[in-house]
């Protein structure tokens, strides 16, 4: 292939035209040369990292091939998770849009089978299964494996990972032999090149090489940091960069799990992603994270490797990889599309030379930087807040408020710059030498010593936990999660206590604040 262009393939306009409503304009380099190869008819190993496009690379030639007439399934494509088949499913169809008559259909455990089994016999041409629940459908003999022309294996590497080998050896054996089988994988470890060897047929081996692995456009930086100070040194990273979106990954699932806590503590939006999890909150995290109800991820690789979710602005290694390819597919989840992304690694004790190894493996420039200290935060809110200010005096008649500011300046022989100061101190919640009578006004709440007790007008009738509480009110006012006291739960309402000191920025932050939605009331409490 000279150019990298959709158009030069041989392939059905229609094909072309929902490229093109797609938005691709040029192949990733997987697809420059896979799918030429492919459609030639000849078995494919494909290894390239994930976010290049393998789904297309190998969608696009079943779609040419596919028969619209005959309405039995001729392509099966295998994949590890449920997550994942039903996103390939969906980039097929909407690779098969403008072809009429073409049936996609994922299949997969959780869902009732009596269901799937009536969807294929409507006539489907490509499934997408679960090695899993392929194999029942095999048992059932509701799928028909004669006319399958095509096989792919898709994170083929994962899918060994998670034990599925028997059954991709069962369901490769069960289908006829002068099929087209395609693999295609982030890594080519050596259980891969075996299943390779047995079956598949003089494959073409592509591999994206090692240099394209990195994406330019992503800033790497590291931090030698003590384990025990980890959450501290994640959260400063996160109010500094301020991603929308961010993805830790962790080692271990007890990892994930404590990490997800500790943040939740402390007021981020944060949700955990792990193998132990039930799929159907897989689902749901997923769902939330994809809409933007939770900012940060927390994984391990394999809960992670695969999902597609574009916009990730932030990577986070929580832990170091224990394997080096996997630092490139951990950072490849930001930094897509030609966007800027970010990735931050830990680095603890002597893993700085299992940094070097990646750095090396890699080549790619990872930079030390020092932890930023709680100053460089507060600096970073102080640019926040001038930004905000700038809209401010650009796009605002400051008229009226000039002349106030004037009178109190002149009243009390202060400057404006004092009263700008202390504007800015009371923004960030910096309450020292504040004046203590106003503290009082809140009378008694029925709150312990030094706290304020804040009637809110949402309860557990609305589906709230004590976790949004906390999440609104930490993540409104800015106040540390920690902070945030007893949380009492009723049915249309509910008690919260906060330090006295932040009481009346936390009723100011949650005026126009929302909890799941939900416009809400937020008031000190009257003691009965
Ligand atoms: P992989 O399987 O390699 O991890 P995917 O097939 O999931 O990657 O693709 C990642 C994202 O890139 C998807 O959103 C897909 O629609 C998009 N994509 C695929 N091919 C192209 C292309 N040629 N140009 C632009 N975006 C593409
Ligand atoms: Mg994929």
Do not use: W
Request: glycine residues 8%.
């Amino acid at each position: 292939m000279e150019t990298n262009q959709f158009k030069e393939l041989d392939i059905k306009p229609e094909i072309l035209k929902a490229i093109t409503y797609m938005g691709f304009e040029e192949m990733t380099p997987i697809q420059a040369q896979a799918i030429p190869v492919e459609l030639e008819g000849y078995d494919v190993v494909g290894q390239a990292q994930t976010g290049t496009g393998k789904t297309a690379a190998f969608a696009i030639p079943i779609l040419q091939k596919v028969n619209p007439k005959l309405k039995k399934p001729q392509a099966i494509v295998i994949c590890p998770t449920r997550e994942l088949a039903i996103q390939v499913a969906d980039e097929i169809r909407k690779l098969a849009k403008y072809l009429s008559s073409i049936k996609v259909l994922p299949i997969y455990g959780g869902q009732e089978i009596s269901k799937q089994i009536r969807s294929l016999k409507s006539g489907v041409q490509i499934v997408i299964g679960t090695p899993g629940r392929i194999m029942d459908h095999m048992r059932r003999k509701t799928v028909k494996f004669d006319e399958i022309s095509t096989v792919v294996l898709d994170e083929a590497d994962e899918m060994l990972d998670m034990g599925f080998r028997e059954d991709i050896e069962t369901i490769l054996s069960e289908i006829r032999e002068d099929r087209q089988t395609l693999l295609f994988s982030a890594t080519m470890p050596k259980p891969i090149l075996e299943l390779t060897r047995c079956y598949q047929r003089n494959p073409k081996t592509i591999k994206v090489v090692r240099k394209e692995l990195t994406v330019p456009n992503i800033t790497q930086y590291y931090y030698e940091v003590r384990p025990k100070n980890k959450g501290e040194v994640l959260c400063r990273l996160l109010d500094i960069y301020d991603p929308k979106r961010s993805v830790v990954f962790c080692n271990t699932k007890k990892g994930v799990d404590e990490l997800v806590e500790e943040l939740q503590g402390r007021g981020y939006f944060a949700e955990g992603l792990h193998g132990d999890m039930k799929q159907t909150m897989r689902d749901r995290v997923m769902r939330s994270f994809r809409n933007g109800k939770t900012d940060i991820l927390v994984a391990t690789d394999v809960a992670a490797r695969g999902i597609d979710v574009d916009d990730v602005d932030a990577v986070f290694n929580y832990d170091l990889p224990q394997d080096e390819e996997y630092y490139v597919h951990r950072i490849g989840r930001t930094g897509r599309a030609g966007k800027a992304g970010m990735a931050f690694s830990f680095v603890v004790g002597r893993e700085v030379y299992k940094l070097r190894d990646i750095k090396r493996y890699c080549k790619t420039k990872i930079k030390a930087q020092p932890i930023p200290s709680l100053n460089d935060v507060t600096e970073t809110r102080v640019e926040k807040i001038f930004d905000r200010l700038n809209s401010y005096i650009e796009n605002q008649d400051l008229g009226r408020y000039i002349n106030m500011i004037e009178n109190f300046v002149n009243e009390k022989d202060y400057t404006s710059l004092d009263v700008a100061a202390a504007f800015l101190a009371e923004t960030l919640g910096n309450n020292e030498g504040r004046d203590t009578r106003g503290q009082d006004d809140f009378g008694d709440t029925g709150a312990e010593e030094g706290m304020v007790r804040l009637f809110i007008n949402i309860g557990k009738r609305q589906g709230i936990r004590p976790g949004d509480i906390l999440g609104a009110i930490a993540g409104e006012s800015g106040i540390p999660g920690n902070l945030v006291g007893t949380i009492d739960l009723y049915d249309k309402y509910t008690f919260v206590e906060v330090p006295r000191d932040v009481a009346s920025d936390v009723l100011e932050a949650m005026k126009n604040a929302k909890i799941k939605g939900k416009v809400i009331n937020v008031e000190p409490a009257n003691r009965k």
